[in-house]
């Protein structure tokens, strides 16, 4: 009260335009509208009231925002809000519930007491602002009453579409026309909401729903990387929900149209427009999830491999797809990245991606139909181009692709003619001469030929019948005709052959069995199985003919049931014949005489097989089977020791024959009394393991003579051979021994002839009481080997041959029983080896020589001349210092020729090692050097010596002092003659 007059005016007329605003922007976001009454001093005298303009001034700024308020509402009642506010029909329900409830509290706030003191104290000031407050406060009764209205009608509507919202887009079909006819109802009955613009919005509204559910079970990321079999399930769903919306509303519409009274007025295009632009967007969605299984062979979430492709261009062609598929996935994932476009129906950026989509499928279907032309023209057969038309089929549903696979399918039928042909050809050449082999029976082969033939051509028809993707076409009828026909020629050829064959089978089956089990060959040595050829023969026309799949006549019948019995029978026959023939073949002739008594009672256990028993008897098996096996398996295990002991006995005399009497060390060059040592110690090595060898052989001739010492006279005369030979081969063994050591010592003296002969034996060249010569000497060298070769004879000498010690020799004149040493000794071939070693040994004498004689012509006089003598002679010469140093020098100098001598020569198989000689030639060019130093040192002290004694001569003489001017002058003389 305290501020002025003016001021509290402003601020009341501030405060109010703020609490108004505030009370009406707080309760506009629920949605209500709440008249703001100011809080003025209304309780004052009436006159002073209607006195005070600043308060009726902001009274009628109240009550113009009150009229504001009261327009905005009723305007959009009428307007019942844009399509872009209200999508949904419970939307619109709730809009008009809410417009109903809005209404209510304005018309309870007109007559509330605040509003009519402000409205009284108006009127009675004659404000002009009251009339239009009171037509629009009118107007809100009327509305409140439509509101109402609508509201109770609209809301029939709300509980079919709340399950709209909740229910699967397959259950639409049942829900929807209840919903078409709630909505005619509320046209035909509704006292306001009548206007075919309302009616329209609605039949909108329930499009939007469906758009809205189809949207929500549509999942663009299922689309794009998802599963695309269930994805499309769900596309389709969604399309076919539209359609039935439209079935459903064309029919309700012809219907209320027939029996109405009212004319439906409705627009189909503004109800339809969002549904059909949604369809085509399911329908592309569609596209999208088809491309995905042609491109990248997705089957539900998973991406399949890519095929193999046959022939040599396999690898291109499947590399051709996976470029395909590259760039499909390129496209996709463009597409992908503005996949929010989609559903945004009125968006015109998703269209412009989508054609760009589709082009690259353009691009794409004509990769495809190269990639199906070029695996086409690399396959060779039927069957591989029906696999390629199948690979490619998935692409049928592209006409591009669908081309190429008709014009490939009249390839596959024309290759299939042509291979129709090829077999007609190759049958109707061969059908008299069927090509079989050799073991396959004429009858049945025949007939298995032709089911060869019919089996191929029944697998390519197979194939045909079996591809989903192949176009028949009327070519391809007439080609299943000709396989028709050719089927029917190859299958009445199989049972002309059938035919032909019972026809040569004889009644009585039992009399092909009365035959031996067994016969002789030509040599009537070896056993042969004697069963009938003509019954193996039909036996083995009934295998082929159950392949072929034909019944048998009775006779065979019988037969054949026994045809399991007989081959066991066979077998057990082939076991005797292979047990005999085994034992006879791994025997020579020679070694059967030694087996004879023993094969003789092996005959005599066959010979019931030879003479008495037929395929017909009984107990074969049991009986004579097993007696013969076993006296077989006898008769195998004496062989087999038999032939076991010979092999030992080869191998004991190959193992004797391959040892060397001789053993060097490769690059080894060795002094005489080491070789010496080694080689003996080799010998008694070698002669130890050929005794050892030798008892061996002795111990196993005497176990395999266990055998056959109870046989008679012809027998033994046949075990005395046996040993005999074994003897010879053991001799031979021997002279091998002999004549490979030889061999190998004569290689090391004389070489291989391929290269230089590498030095054996160390020899020293020394210089003994003024003479030179080699250590060891030549003659002891050439005496050592020699005697190496006299202990190789000696140690196979004290060894008694097989023969005598078996008691299997032959009478005296035989030169091979006189003992091992004396073959060896008159064997031609080691004899010429010794004179070969001979003759290696002495051939090298005069190369040693000639190295001696070098040494001694370029050096003798070092150690010939006597030193004591020359220098005496040498110091009577009274030399000069230059001769003395020459002579000195001299020596120097041969010292230094005598070092760049070879240390080392090797001569043929000799290593001489000159050290030695070379150590006492330059000790003695020391000598030489050191006595003329000597004498020159002696000859020198006596010079200095005489020296000596003139200077003290001379010296007494001048240091006496001089008498006389004589005296001086003489002393002057001396001086200057010194």
Known sequence: QQWPHSVRNKFAAGMNRFMSSLTDASHREKQSTVLYVPTEDLERLESQLLDDRELLQRLETTVIRWTRQIKEVLNATEESASEEEIELPTEEIDFWQRRFQDMSGISAQLDKRGVTQILDLLTKSSSTYLSQFNSWAEKIKSGMEVAESNFKFLSVLRDPCRKLY?????????????????IRLIELHSPHYTSQERITGLFQKISNTIIRRCKDVILLDDVFDGDVDDSARIISDAISCCISWKTIYDAKKKAHMQLGRKPWKISHSRVFAQIDAFMQRCQDLLVICQAQKHFTRKKGAEKQPIPIFAGTKGIDTARALQGTESRFEDSLKELRNHHTHIFVIKSTKYQMYFNSFKSSIKELEVMVQNSLTNAFDAVSTVEGAIHVIDLFGPFGDRDIVKRAIDKCSSEVYRMFNQRLEEVKAYFNKHRKNPPISDNIPPHSGAALWAKGLLDQIIAVQAAVE????????????????????LYTALAEYMSKCYTSWVGTIQHDMGSLMNHPLLRRDSSKTLLLLNFNEDLLVILSEVKYWIQVGRELPRPITEMYHRSEELRVLRSFIMLVVRDYNQIIQKLSTEEQALFRERIRLLDTKVQHGLTKLTWASKGIKDYYVADCRQHAKTLREQVDAYMLSNSKISKLCAFVGEISLIAVKPKTVYALADFKTEQLSQIELVQQRVQATHKELYRILVKTYEVFKRDGADVQKHWRRYVRSIDKTFQEALRLVVKRSLVDLVRLLVGDGKGIISPLFHLDIVMEARELDVMPSIDHLNEIVLSIYERMIDSIGGISQLAVLLKASQPS?????????AVVLQDQEINKL?????????GNIVNVEEFVTFWHDKYHEIWLTEMDQFLSRYAEMHPSLTQFDGDIARYGEVANNIQKEDTLVSIRFLRIDSTLLKTGLLSLCTQWQTRLTELLYDRACLKLQGLHTYLAQQTSLLIQPADSLEEVIEAVHVIEKA
Not at 814 to 821: H, K, V
Not at 835 to 840: H, I, Q, S, W, Y
């Open 466 to 485: 079996k591809s989903k993707f192949l176009v028949t076409g009327a070519f391809g009828d007439e080609v299943m005709f000709e396989y028709n026909q």
């Open 166 to 182: 909740t229910s699967p887009v397959t259950a639409y079909a049942e829900m929807l026309p209840k919903i078409v006819d709630l």
């Open 834 to 842: 010794y004179k070969n070693l001979f003759r290696a040994l002495e």
């Open 813 to 821: 004149g035989d030169p091979s029983m006189d003992g091992y040493a």
